[in-house]
């Protein structure tokens, strides 16, 4: 985790940054014998299922979550996932603390884009228009950060193109556990691999759920609150 933090701070610029969460839906054909099986139906009318994950600067995935429905927004699978339970409990992200300019402390946390709830844990961009110069510089470095899981989860499908629906009707209850193998196999080619080609390449991919519109969430948490507030002053101020 401390290799993890140091690299996104070095490229990015986000102290104590442990990694990117975000979403991506596997497309499915379901049999005919369950065409008004609504739930899998997601906001784009596409028959899927949501694989969450997090993501490392060197885009490998320390985190998954799949299985559920492709009607579920992100926010419900967050809180849903067994990663939000243990953060909650304070039993993961529980490393060192980054000290500020005005003596308080910053956890370990994760960054996702505005379809996630903001947590002290879980820090999401600013959302108003007139921004001051600290939280500009926030979503900034920010939105830079955060476009390595968009790549990585383009260039995972883009690898694994089996895994879409329309090559084949998968068993809903085989697919998790293909999906998570798929992911492991996805970490062992990047450490096999040269880095600077296979970055080359997902920079030419497409984004990983193209024609899919931005989710949003409007849950806050007043500590989250502050601890972006934090660490947006920190930053300008160094």
Known sequence: MEKIKSKFEKIHGL????????????TMCLSSAEPNCKVWL???????????????ADTRFTDIVTGWPGS?????????????????KGER????KLKVSDGSEIGEYLIGDAGYPLLPWLLTPYQEK????????????????????????????DTWKFLQGEMWRPDKHKLPRIIHVCC??????????DTAIDEQRAASLSDHDANYRQQMCQLT?????RARDKLSEHLIGR
């Open 15 to 26: 102290p104590n940054c442990c990694g990117v969460v975000d979403t991506t839906h596997i």
């Open 72 to 88: 579920m927004k992100e926010s419900s699978i967050l809180h849903s996932s067994g990663l939000f339970k243990l953060c909650e």
């Open 184 to 193: 492991l196999l996805h970490n062992i080619i990047i450490d096999l691999q």
């Open 130 to 157: 007139d921004l001051t110069e600290s939280n500009a510089e926030f979503n900034r470095r920010h939105f830079a950060a955060r476009t390595v899981a968009p790549r990585t989860l383009a260039k995972f499908k």
């Open 93 to 96: 992200l529980d490393g060192s």
């Open 221 to 225: 948490d007043e500590n989250g609150v």
């Open 42 to 56: 997601d906001q784009e009318k596409n028959y899927s299922m949501v694989l969450q994950a997090v993501v490392d």
